[in-house]
């Protein structure tokens, strides 16, 4: 998965459909998500579209699968997922992660319905990861 500077990088440089184009790109190329796992616990409350979030690996290195059913959306939430991959479920748990994704304004970007579920994505990643740092 590309950095989330990388990402802003090229997205800074497009503009209207090509940035769609981009977080489409990004959507397809998250890691597959199996579909046991998109349950009512992953599922990610409040969006327009049908979210999927999953947390694995451990307390050192927490690692998401993400998956939803419309393209755009599941570009989106590959920004989310690209901002907290890997990292520490205490530095997660604790993150500002919608300020990272502010070069993205995706509030003026995308339509209200397509952002609406953003903060419940984060909330939902940053709830594994509080949960996941104090097992």
């Known amino acids: 998965m590309r950095s989330l500077n990388d990402i802003a990088e090229e997205y800074d440089f497009l503009e209207g459909d090509e940035r769609y184009r981009l977080l489409i790109e990004l959507g397809r190329d998250l890691e597959s998500m199996p579909d046991p796992l998109k349950t009512d616990a992953t599922l990610v409350r409040g969006c ?55 070069p993205f304004d995706l509030k003026n970007q995308l339509s209200s319905n397509r952002t609406q579920g953003v903060p419940n994505m984060i909330a939902l990643v940053q709830e594994h990861a509080a949960r996941i740092a104090a097992a």
């Open 48 to 102: 327009s579209a049908a979210v999927w979030v999953y947390p694995t690996g451990d307390a050192n290195q927490l690692h998401f699968l993400a998956d939803s059913n419309a393209a755009i959306t599941k570009g989106i939430v590959a920004l989310v997922i690209s901002a907290v991959q890997d990292k520490p479920a205490s530095e997660v748990a604790q993150m500002d992660i919608a300020a990272a994704l502010d």
